[in-house]
C-alpha cells in the first residue's frame, strides 16, 4: 500500500517482555515531511487510527472483545479531533493517532468503551503488538496536548512532520516530542538483593529502585545517585539489561543491574516506605506469589518483573560479564 516491502521482523531482545515494548511498525521516519506522501495514506481505504479521549483509549466493543482500530472517518464521527499523528505502518495499512479532547465529548455508546491503558496491559485486553504502538500514541498525544504554545515566545504552535514536530510561525522555534529517560535497577549483592515499596504501591509489593535522571548525567551515575538518595547503599558496578517505554506520560525506563558495596539501609530522601536484602530463594517464592509473608513482585507488564525475574532465574548473568 505505501509502496515499500514491510518491515523485517523485530529482534527478540529481552525488552520485548515488558509492556508496551513491542511495536511492529516500520515508522517511516525519513517520509513525515513528504506532506503529499502522508495525504494519500490518510486517504486509503485502508488507512486506521487509534483513538484517544484525553488519556484514555477509545474502543470498539464487539461479541469477541475490544477493536482499537477506527477508519479516520469513523473517528471523526466520535468527536472533534484536535491533533492527528502518523505513527507508522505495518504490512498492510497505515496507522494514525486521533486526540479528542474529554471523553466527555463523545456521545455515549453500547458500543465503545473507554479503557484504561495500565489495564489494557496488564490484564491483556488486547495484543502485545498493539499495545505497544497504543502506547506510543499515548506518549504522542499527551505530548501535543501539553505543548501547543511555543515555550520561546509564547505563540500557538501547529503539528509538522506527521505530528511529530511542532513549529512556531510567530519566532520559527521548532519543537520535538520529549522522551524522559529513567533509570530502574536491581541492586544485588551475591545471592541477595535489595527490593523497596512506596506507600502508593499495592499491598505487600516490593520492587526495584527507580528514579528520572538528571541533566548532564550518565546512566550509571543515575543509577547510584538515586540508590543512594533512596536506600543509603553505596553502588561499583552497574550494566545494563533491558529497557522499556513507558507511556505515564512518556517515560523511558532504562534497566540496569548494580552491584552493591555496602547493606546497611537509610531512607535518605523518605520516598520509600520500606526495603528490604532479600535472598535469591524468597524472590522466587515472590514471582510465585507463594512467599510466607505473601509479599508479591511487580506484574509482567513493569520492567521490574523482567529485571527481578531475571535475576532470580540466573538469566540476568551475561550482563554482568
Not at 506522501?37 to 487509534?50: C, I, M, V
Not at 466493543?61 to 477508519?71: A, V
Not at 511542532?166 to 522555534?173: H, P, S
Not at 523497596?196 to 509489593?205: H, L, V
Amino acid at each position: 500500500m505505501h509502496g515499500s516491502a514491510p518491515p523485517p521482523p523485530a529482534p527478540v531482545d529481552r525488552s520485548s517482555a515488558a509492556g508496551f515494548a513491542v511495536n511492529p511498525l516500520d515508522r517511516m521516519s525519513m517520509r513525515r515531511h513528504d506532506v503529499e506522501f502522508l495525504k494519500g495514506l490518510q486517504a486509503s481505504e485502508a488507512a486506521r487510527t487509534l483513538v484517544l479521549a484525553g488519556d484514555l483509549p477509545v474502543v470498539k466493543r464487539g461479541k469477541n472483545g475490544f477493536d482499537p482500530f477506527f477508519t479516520l472517518s469513523e473517528a471523526a464521527r466520535l468527536g472533534a479531533v484536535r491533533e492527528t499523528a502518523f505513527l507508522g505502518c505495518d504490512a498492510s495499512s497505515a496507522l494514525f493517532a486521533s486526540l479528542i479532547e474529554r471523553a466527555d465529548d463523545i456521545p455515549a455508546d453500547p458500543h465503545i468503551a473507554f479503557l484504561d491503558i495500565r489495564l489494557i496491559a496488564t490484564q491483556g485486553l488486547l495484543p502485545a503488538e498493539i499495545v505497544g504502538p497504543l502506547g506510543e500514541a499515548k506518549s504522542l498525544l499527551s505530548w501535543h496536548a501539553r505543548h501547543r504554545f511555543c515555550s520561546n515566545c509564547g505563540a500557538p504552535t501547529r503539528a509538522l512532520a506527521g505530528g511529530w514536530r511542532r513549529g512556531c510561525e510567530a519566532c520559527g522555534a521548532q519543537h520535538f516530542p520529549r522522551t524522559d529517560p529513567a533509570v530502574i535497577m536491581l541492586v544485588v549483592d551475591g545471592d541477595d538483593c535489595l527490593l523497596g515499596r512506596q506507600a502508593n504501591f499495592a499491598p505487600r509489593m516490593y520492587s526495584c529502585l527507580a528514579g528520572f535522571m538528571e541533566t548532564g548525567e550518565t546512566i550509571e551515575d543515575a543509577v547510584r545517585r538515586e540508590v543512594a538518595e533512596e536506600a543509603g547503599v553505596t553502588v561499583g558496578r552497574v550494566s545494563y539489561l533491558a529497557s522499556q517505554p513507558w507511556p505515564f506520560p512518556s517515560s523511558l525506563m532504562i534497566g540496569c543491574l548494580a552491584e552493591a558495596l555496602t547493606r546497611e539501609l537509610a531512607f535518605c530522601d523518605h520516598e520509600l516506605e520500606d526495603a528490604r536484602w532479600f535472598s535469591r530463594d524468597e524472590v522466587r517464592r515472590m514471582l510465585r506469589r507463594s512467599h510466607p509473608e505473601h509479599l508479591i513482585c511487580p506484574s509482567k507488564v513493569a520492567i521490574a518483573n523482567l529485571l527481578i525475574e531475571s535475576w532470580a532465574e540466573n538469566r540476568a548473568a551475561d550482563s554482568q560479564r
